[in-house]
């Protein structure tokens, strides 16, 4: 979190970007888009763009790494080199490292692990071009390529985060926000269960400041959560408009 | 973790192949459905993504300002990777490029220098000193064969797309952005050899069993300006003339799909 007294954050108490305080930036997600993969899905969260794919349960390898009663989940989050302004070298770093066990440990958490001994279930999550918030982005997109994979799930991870500008707690920070903000808390969270699964903060919040960030990330993964399942249902739902429902309908009675 | 294709479907392919047949119901000389986007992302100075059937890849083009290299005091430079991530395929994984991703940039690499495709010339600052460094980065989303042209299009089509971010430096010779001098535009055109028969454009299942692989790059002025031979199997002469007078219209054709995407003055 680098102060810059020199970068306008609010302008007459508001966003750059137009945004309210708890408003999202534009969300897409789209289930199942590589043939190669078990499991995969797109998602544009305002400018960033992120792919996960999912290779799995397969088996562990290095032997070593299997453990006997259970699968590991096993997440790389990766960043394109040309997917942020200064190329980036191509390979993991200490951030990238960090993330990925973050995220395996997040989305374990959901998923039937016991079912599957001594495999693995691989989740790939490359960022193609960042804009602030590809953790979150990551989680969100490699949950519900885990979905599309068929993986016995308890339920979708979503992720998302809140921070502060210029004293004001706002919800899903963009770019200039992250980079010249007062802090960031990215959360990784289960709705069904009402919990959290991953959760970072940097910079510094008072504790009402926190209760308000979590206020909104929290009730801004739920929206996610129904984008998701929508994403999901619109690959594997077969499509009827209304007159072949009623058709349908008809050929009933 | 190597994948491993069934004597049964082996053996239908080299039976179809016979017949003159592919298991997609393709002609031997014919391509997939080829997508090119260009732009495709706003971080990068240029870049494209090309779908070819299913195999899926993007290219991105990133530069900076860096020190020419001694022998060639007065060019810029042009470096290109490949990333076969494990996303891509379950045969690829983690860890730095392997000999495949090293190969394909390589090819990528030498049909874009060689030719002159980019006017390294007008890209040196400062002779001796600097230059504009340009990165080519691969990126394998999804593996079903041909990578070779499918990064080769893409390449082209992302430095046509590119501009020479000269406003983000303060060294630079220019203050506003410009489009990267173009040359050329040369088009990769692989073949693949199983048994006795010569196929264009293959995939994946059919990479599998192939014998020879034969890419040849034209530029606009029917010239060629690079080729590779890989895998272990051989080429008469005869098929490598062959191979290279249905490169010429194909990468003639490909061309006219690139320009169709990207129409731009520096070219």
Not at chain 1, 182 to 204: F, S
Not at chain 2, 26 to 41: A, G, H, K, M, P
Not at chain 2, 127 to 150: M, P, Q, R, S, T
């Amino acid at each position: 979190m680098g102060s810059n007294e020199d970068i306008e954050l609010l302008k007459d108490g508001e966003r750059i970007d137009g945004r309210a305080f708890d408003e999202l930036r534009d969300i897409k997600i789209e289930a199942g888009v590589l043939k190669r993969a078990d499991g995969s899905a797109y998602i544009e969260w305002g400018k960033n763009k992120l792919m996960a794919a999912v290779y799995g349960p397969r088996e562990m390898h290095p032997r070593h790494a299997q453990e006997t009663t259970k699968a590991v989940v096993r997440a790389r989050y990766n960043m394109a080199a040309f997917s942020v302004p200064d190329r980036k070298r191509p390979g993991p770093d200490r951030r990238s490292i960090e993330i990925s066990k973050l995220m395996s440990e997040a989305l374990e958490k959901v998923v039937f692990t016991e079912k599957y001994p001594r495999s693995v279930v691989d989740v790939f999550v490359e960022v193609l071009q960042a804009s602030a918030g590809t953790r979150c982005a990551g989680l969100t997109v490699a949950s519900v390529a885990l979905a599309d994979a068929g993986i016995p799930m308890s339920d979708l991870v979503v992720g998302c985060a809140s921070g502060k500008i210029e004293d004001q707690v706002v919800l899903d920070l963009g770019k200039n926000e992250d980079n010249y903000g007062q802090a960031d808390v990215p959360i990784g969270y289960i709705p069904r269960t009402e919990e959290i699964c991953l959760l970072q903060m940097d910079g510094n919040l008072t504790i009402e400041e926190y209760e308000k960030a979590m206020e909104f990330s929290i009730d801004a993964c739920e929206e996610i959560y129904e984008l998701q399942r929508e994403a999901l249902k619109n690959k594997y739902s077969t499509h009827l408009d209304k007159d072949e429902i009623e058709e349908l309908k008809e050929g009933v009675e | 973790m190597k994948e491993i294709l069934s004597n049964i479907t082996k053996d239908y392919l080299y039976r179809l192949l016979k017949e003159g047949k592919r298991i997609d119901g393709r002609d031997l000389i014919e391509y997939r459905d080829l997508q090119i986007e260009s732009d495709w992302t706003e971080s990068a100075e240029g870049s494209a993504r090309v779908r070819l059937g299913d195999t899926d890849v993007i290219v991105g083009i990133k530069m900076d300002v860096g020190e020419p290299f001694p022998d060639t005091p007065d060019k810029g430079v042009l470096t290109t990777a490949a990333e076969l991530i494990p996303m891509a395929s379950p045969e690829y994984e983690s860890g730095p490029p392997g000999e495949d991703a090293t190969e394909l940039a390589r090819v990528v690499d030498r049909g874009i220098r060689e030719s002159g495709a980019v006017d390294t010339t007008e890209l040196c600052i400062e002779e001796g000193e600097k230059a504009w460094v340009i990165f080519i980065d691969i990126h394998v989303l999804d593996f079903d064969g041909n990578l070779f042209d499918a990064a080769g299009i893409g390449a082209m089509t992302a430095l046509i797309d590119a501009d020479v971010p000269a406003s983000d430096f303060d060294d630079a010779e220019e203050d506003e952005d410009y489009p990267l001098p173009i040359e050329h535009i040369v088009v990769p055109t692989t073949f693949t050899k199983i048994k006795d028969q010569i196929i264009l454009d293959s995939q994946l299942e059919e990479e599998k069993i192939a014998d020879a692989r034969l890419t040849v790059t034209f530029n606009e002025e029917d010239e060629i300006v690079a080729m590779q031979k890989g895998l272990r199997g051989v080429f008469k002469y005869e098929d490598t003339m062959e191979c290279i007078e249905k490169a010429k219209d194909i990468g003639e054709e490909m061309r006219e799909k690139i320009l169709d995407e990207v129409d731009r003055e520096n070219i």
